[in-house]
């Protein structure tokens, strides 16, 4: 019931309120145009919530109690067994005083139930009086009145609701260039991708530590918005979809808890802007989580987290997908228009899924945002790589989005300030080796690079020699090397090793011996505890790391030794995590589904072996009766049909065989589930014999 459409769930309630009848009146009772009604009809069947009888057509018993509260119904009550209609509803309400017509349409309007403090003995002197007294309400326990279907129906026009409920409400559109379109989503998608790049590759060597309860801390989502350049409602989206995607996980870093990229993250680098957001968007398709609850506080006042575990929705799959379906319905040319669009597009997707809880409203909201941060919607719109994303044609995503993306480039412009512009996105390669090279000032369209002692140095520790940066510069640069830049690389390189550390606890070594004399005489180094052993030797009292970051604060550029005396290369360690794997197999899971369906269907013969084997007019049995009943069943070896009420007060019939009854409990073999059970002989209300199966 929940996958039925407002115009579904109208059908279904008609035939459960009034009974089986033929197609043909269901059609007129229905406000909708007869062949939608038709329709739905059908899929009422197909979905077995109503089947053919011998009377007519008739929806699946108990229906009616599961569209009770439903959102969007047309509150229709049932006529309960023995209570007798009236002989024309037409002509009762046409001798109504105006009074209790009134109340009568009230009533309706308000879900079909009321109160009242008079009693059921009272002259028709009221309107509730006057209108039980007619029958066209029904007395309930505790003074409560409700109103019949049929009665309903009459009072409607001979329909089932006022408002025709086969009108899907129409979304609110304005027009835009198709091109501009495509070309708004694919810079966004071209966005997404940079930045979650940009994000593990730093995470790889700085990562955050996990919370105990799995989430990620509030200050390393604000450092990560920071480092991305975006508030933290879109960074918690883009860290979301990398875990989505499998490029994002926790893992173990120096003995903690972190999150880390996994292996999957190199792999992903290696391919095409447009093959890395296909991975990403599709992962954010299928999956369960909820971003946009990130910050927002939960029922004890607390703020949620990212990758909290508990930021899932069995909703929001079935609710990103209407909602991108419905947008695909547009017209090229045609987007949500601003303001009034999104509520239009919220109304179609509860006409499509009117029992849904309420939270799908903020769930299509969230669902337009989270599209254009990705890059799916442009303006309002569905691009096109999106469109074949929905329909499942994922190979070509890709093929459709590469066009649009900006080329890569192979190049930079060196300039005289110590920069570099690169004119455009950078092939992965070139980017790679020049934020080694070189410091990221500012991003964009066109990207600047900025060239310092630092970076020149850091591109000395990873193993490049100062001729090797020279060349490298030379080739990928389009204008000609600048003199300042040449000349920094050049005294970088000079000073660049000239002081090596071993470990001794930690020993100098130079060449120079004039620098280690000035060395030993620098006041800042009395802590360190130096001593010459050598004219070109110098051990100390710390060790190395703390030695090594001392030198460089005093401005020299030391470099760590071997014990055969080569350079020791300081790459930045790469931490990474393994890819989470489904630990639920296939086939468990199909075991699972099959036991279930196996259930139900056990569970609802069971019921149909009940329900024929009731008698018309039967009442409860004493409980003498029923437990003379329930021994002689024993000792026939009979099957029977017991009346039985649980603890909460809710009664139901089982078909059980019953196998002893002793210390004021029955133990019988229950054939709805299936298994031994034991009923207390107090709660058991009846007893009669089963039909045969």
Not at 601 to 616: F, K, V, Y
């Amino acid at each position: 019931m929940d996958q039925l459409t407002h115009l579904e769930l109208a059908a279904l309630e008609a035939l459960a309120a009034l009974g089986p009848c033929a197609i043909t009146e269901l059609v007129t009772l229905v406000n909708a145009d007869p062949r939608a009604t038709m329709s739905a009809t059908e899929r009422l069947v197909d979905l077995a919530l109503a089947w053919e009888s011998p009377e007519g057509l008739r929806a699946l018993t108990g229906t009616l109690e599961g569209l009770a509260f439903a959102p969007g119904g047309s509150g229709l009550r049932p006529r309960s067994p023995g209570e007798s209609r009236p002989e024309t509803v037409a002509v009762a309400l046409a001798r109504l005083s105006p009074a209790a017509r009134a109340l009568l349409e009230h009533l309706d309007s308000h879900g079909g139930h009321g109160t009242t403090a008079a009693s059921a003995g009272d002259v028709a002197a009221t309107p509730v009086q006057e209108l039980l007294a007619a029958r066209l309400l029904l007395p309930r326990d505790g003074g409560v009145v409700i109103l019949p279907g049929e009665v309903a129906v009459a009072l409607r026009g001979g329909r089932t609701t006022r408002e025709p409920v086969d009108q899907v409400p129409a979304l609110l559109t304005s027009g835009r260039d198709p091109d501009l379109v495509e070309r708004t989503a694919a810079g966004a998608a071209y966005e997404t991708v940079r930045r979650i790049e940009l994000l593990l590759d730093q995470w790889g060597t700085h990562p955050p530590l996990a919370l105990r309860s799995g989430g990620l801390g509030v200050r390393d989502l604000k450092a990560a918005a920071r480092v991305l350049q975006v508030d933290e409602s879109t960074a918690a989206l883009l860290i979301e979809v990398a875990s989505a995607a499998g490029l994002l996980a926790t893992g173990n870093a120096d003995g903690e808890p972190a999150w880390l990229p996994t292996d999957a993250f190199d792999p992903w680098l290696s391919a095409t802007a447009a093959d890395q957001w296909s991975q990403l968007v599709t992962a954010w398709l299928d999956s369960p989580r909820l971003p946009a609850l990130v910050g927002l506080r939960d029922q004890a006042g607390k703020a949620r987290n990212a990758l909290a575990p508990e930021l899932s929705s069995v909703f929001a799959v079935e609710s990103r997908r209407m909602t991108l379906a419905a947008l695909a319905t547009l017209e090229p040319g045609q987007v949500l228009a601003a303001g009034t669009g999104p509520p239009s597009l919220v109304a179609r997707v509860c006409w499509l899924r009117p029992r849904r809880p309420p939270s799908r409203i903020e769930m299509v909201e969230w669902t337009l945002t989270e599209a254009a941060a990705l890059g799916l919607t442009g303006l309002g719109a569905l691009s096109g790589a999106a469109r074949l994303l929905l329909s499942g044609d994922r190979a070509a995503v890709a093929e459709a989005l590469e066009p649009l993306l900006p080329k890569p480039v192979d190049h930079v412009l060196v300039q005289a300030d110590l920069t570099a512009v690169a004119p455009g996105p950078l092939t992965p390669e070139l980017a790679r080796t020049l934020h080694v090279i070189a410091e990221v000032e500012s991003r964009g369209g066109a990207t600047v690079y900025r060239f310092t002692p630092q970076s020149v140095r850091r591109a000395f520790d990873t193993g490049w020699s100062a001729a090797e940066v020279h060349a490298f510069l030379a080739r990928v640069s389009r204008t000609a090397i600048p003199q300042p830049l040449s000349y920094l690389i050049d005294d970088v390189a000079r000073t660049f090793g000239t002081i090596r550390i071993g470990h001794a606890e930690a020993f100098v070594r130079s060449d120079d011996e004039a620098t280690l004399t000035r060395l030993l005489r620098d006041p800042r180094a009395a802590a360190w505890g130096l001593r010459r052993l050598a004219p070109t030797v110098v051990v100390g009292a710390v060790p190395a790391e703390e030695l090594l970051a001392a030198l460089r604060e005093l401005g020299t550029a030391p470099v760590v030794e071997a014990p055969d005396g080569s350079v020791q290369i300081g790459r930045p360690r790469q931490h990474r995590a393994r890819v989470p794997r489904d630990r639920r197999p296939t086939a468990i899971t199909a075991a699972r589904e099959t036991a279930q369906l196996t259930a139900l269907i056990t569970a609802l013969r069971a019921g149909d072996r009940a329900a024929a084997s009731r008698p018309r007019g039967s009442g409860p049995m004493s409980p003498a009766d029923s437990l003379a009943a329930l021994r002689e069943a024993v000792e026939a070896s009979r099957t029977v049909v017991i009346g039985y009420v649980d603890h909460h007060g809710t009664a139901t019939e089982r078909v059980v065989d019953p196998l002893s009854v002793e210390g004021g409990h029955l133990t019988a073999h229950d054939h709805r589930t299936e298994l031994r059970r034991s009923f207390a002989l107090h709660r058991v209300t009846s007893v009669r014999p089963a039909t045969s199966s």
